[in-house]
T-cell receptor, first 115, second 115 residues
Framework: GNSVTQMEGPVTLSEEAFLTINCTYT??????LFWYVQYPGEGLQLLLK?????DKGSNKGFEATYRKETTSFHLEKGSVQVSDSAVYFC??????????????FGKGTLLTVNP | DSGVTQTPKHLITATGQRVTLRCSPR?????VYWYQQSLDQGLQFLIQ???????AKGNILERFSAQQFPDLHSELNLSSLELGDSALYFC??????????????FGPGTRLTVL
């Protein structure tokens, strides 16, 4: 089956530190990969995505590269800010039959950035 | 603000009871998705409706049901509630069916507490 494993949190960093949140996946076929972010008290928002091997998704200073050989999609940011404090979800999407797709999420990683 | 609204924001009820959660999608979106987020299970896809018809089913219990009305709002009905049903329930919407280039927009969620 399809599954996403991401590093367990919580992750606590100081402002301007480098961030890596690891994500690996298991999937049948060729998945598309996503990172979502959930700020306190809000719903999830799409942060970035990659649809094929070696694609790099980027947004708001965050980056992730689709690595098929290691089945990974690690999230990175060079210099985090307090406003980046949130829960980050890695997810994959595969076709589940016909024109239907299925989205599978990891368990989420809580990031806290201290000033 | 994603444009997806959910009511109520919080719901507290007792075991064995029945509740209804409501979701209004973004204007123009035809698909509605329901998710359950709990500490132990993470974010689980429950069910998807597209233009009034059920499109995909995830890990939805038989005690749970949903529907999408002609005005495209959706309701999730949870019955014979158990303590383990306590969770955050999210609704999301998208223009078309779930697809890589068809972003889902999440509502702020309804927090259900079963006592």
């Amino acid at each position: 089956g399809n599954s996403v494993t991401q590093m367990e949190g919580p992750v606590t960093l100081s402002e301007e530190a480098f961030l890596t949140i690891n994500c690996t996946y298991t999937a049948t076929g060729y998945p598309s990969l996503f990172w979502y972010v959930q700020y306190p008290g809000e719903g999830l928002q799409l942060l970035l995505k990659a649809t094929k091997a070696d694609d790099k998704g980027s947004n708001k200073g965050f980056e992730a590269t689709y690595r098929k050989e290691t089945t990974s999609f690690h999230l990175e940011k060079g210099s985090v800010q307090v406003s980046d404090s949130a829960v980050y979800f890695c997810a994959l999407m595969v076709r589940s039959g016909g024109s239907n797709y299925k989205l599978t999420f990891g368990k989420g990683t809580l990031l806290t950035v201290n000033p | 603000d994603s444009g997806v609204t959910q009511t109520p924001k919080h719901l507290i009820t007792a075991t064995g009871q029945r509740v209804t959660l409501r979701c209004s999608p973004r204007s123009g979106d035809l698909s509605v998705y329901w998710y359950q987020q709990s500490l132990d299970q993470g974010l689980q896809f429950l069910i998807q409706y597209y233009n009034g018809e059920e499109r995909a089913k995830g890990n939805i219990l038989e005690r749970f049901s949903a529907q999408q009305f002609p005005d495209l709002h959706s309701e999730l009905n949870l019955s014979s509630l158990e303590l383990g049903d306590s969770a955050l329930y999210f609704c999301a919407s998208s223009l078309g069916g779930l697809a890589v280039n068809n972003e889902q927009f999440f509502g702020p969620g309804t927090r259900l507490t079963v006592l």
